[in-house]
């Protein structure tokens, strides 16, 4: 099985949205690939709990369901990096730097998205731009 790592700034919105949805999408055509989700700045983000209500009800509104229970946020580690196969960051403008800051060795090593939180657009607008991601790289998968 290889592993999928979706990350955004605090693991919250975004990147859950991501781990479900390719989660769920995988399954559905049989692919050996799982995912998962983390956040660049967990730690400044600390105060939140569990998963985006944005991301949970866009989900059910979806029919996919949530893998497991409403964790909390994750930070992405060293380890993780190295043991994904594929590791996507979801706002290269937000992203980038922050991998440089944490991690300059690997940086180029992620894939970088265009998908904007909510500074800058509403779930309605941010979270179908997501989804055509998710679904344009599961096909890209499963055509590899």
Same mark, same amino acid.
């Given at each position: 099985?290889?592993?999928?790592?979706?990350?955004?700034?605090?693991?919250?919105?975004?990147?859950?949205?991501?781990?479900?949805?390719?989660?769920?999408?995988?399954?559905?055509?049989? &692919?050996?690939?799982? !995912?998962? =989700?983390?956040?660049?700045?967990? $730690?400044?983000?600390?105060?939140? @709990?569990? *998963?985006?209500?944005?991301?949970?009800?866009?989900?059910?509104?979806?029919?996919?369901?949530?893998?497991?229970?409403?964790?909390?946020?994750?930070?992405?580690? &060293?380890?993780?990096? !190295?043991? =994904?196969?594929?590791?996507?960051? $979801?706002?290269?403008?937000?992203? @980038?730097? *922050?991998?440089?800051?944490?991690?300059?060795?690997?940086?180029?090593?992620?894939?970088?998205?265009?998908?904007?939180?909510?500074?800058?657009?509403?779930?309605?607008?941010?979270?179908?731009?997501?989804?055509?991601?998710?679904?344009?790289?599961?096909?890209?998968?499963?055509?590899?």
């Amino acid at each position: 099985m290889k592993r999928a790592i979706f990350l955004c700034s605090a693991n919250y919105y975004r990147s859950r949205f991501a781990e479900n949805l390719f989660n769920w999408l995988a399954s559905e055509v049989d &692919l050996q690939w799982r !995912a998962d =989700s983390m956040g660049l700045d967990v $730690v400044r983000w600390g105060h939140l @709990r569990g *998963m985006s209500s944005y991301a949970i009800d866009a989900l059910e509104c979806r029919g996919i369901p949530i893998n497991g229970d409403h964790r909390n946020p994750k930070p992405f580690t &060293l380890p993780d990096l !190295a043991n =994904s196969d594929l590791v996507v960051a $979801v706002k290269e403008a937000e992203h @980038r730097q *922050m991998m440089k800051d944490q991690f300059p060795l690997f940086v180029d090593q992620v894939e970088y998205w265009h998908v904007d939180d909510l500074d800058c657009a509403q779930p309605e607008e941010a979270l179908p731009v997501l989804e055509d991601h998710v679904r344009a790289l599961v096909e890209r998968l499963k055509a590899a």
